[in-house]
């Protein structure tokens, strides 16, 4: 490998909606790497998202925003695949609880016998959003509940929005 070949960072997730949890991980990413791409995927087994894919997007890219060297993707196709257009890339998770261990553990495995040169890392949860999920967010926004701390300030009025009509359907 040369010295100038850039190391990228893959964070993949649904991001429906991006969280400060997600943030933590993208950010921290970022002071590792030389460029960290978002990958928004557009997951089959995740049925009635919350947000659309064009949503999610825009809310990464507004949450991004004060960090050069991160942009957004989307992907309907495996991670594992997508991620061979990188040559230098490697995934990068956050790990919660045990729970995203043994699932994750899992996803890994399906990912090298798929690819075998693309490694995952993860990097440990901060200690105050190891409770944080987007489903936790869609919950708590389903009930009105303040999101200060829980999303990006600048997101919650949409999040807020969204869920009210979520609410009725
Ligand atoms: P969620 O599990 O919240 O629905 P995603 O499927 O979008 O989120 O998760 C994408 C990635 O972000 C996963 O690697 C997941 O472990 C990580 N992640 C999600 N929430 C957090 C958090 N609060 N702290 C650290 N990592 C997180």
Not at 6 to 11: E, G, L, Q, S
Not at 28 to 56: G, H, Y
Not at 88 to 102: Q, Y
Request: glycine share 2%.
């Amino acid at each position: 490998m040369s010295t100038e070949q850039k190391r990228i960072a893959i964070c993949p997730g649904s991001f429906d909606p991006i969280t400060l949890g997600h943030l933590n991980i993208i950010r921290r990413s970022a002071q590792i790497f030389d460029e960290v791409i978002v990958c928004v995927m557009l997951n089959a087994t995740k049925t009635s998202p919350m947000f659309s894919i064009d949503e999610r997007v825009n809310m990464v890219r507004r949450a991004i925003a004060k960090y050069p060297n991160v942009r957004v993707e989307t992907s309907s196709i495996l991670l594992a695949e997508y991620a061979r257009q990188y040559e230098n890339a490697v995934i990068v998770k956050g790990l919660r609880a045990a729970s995203d261990f043994e699932y994750e553990f899992q996803m890994n495995l399906i990912n090298k016998n798929i690819n075998p040169d693309l490694e995952t890392m993860f990097l440990t949860a901060s200690e105050k959003y190891t409770f944080l999920s987007s489903s936790v967010v869609r919950e708590m926004a389903t009930y009105g509940a303040d999101l200060t701390g829980l999303v990006p300030n600048e997101l919650i009025e949409e999040i807020e929005e969204k869920a009210k009509h979520w609410r009725k359907s």
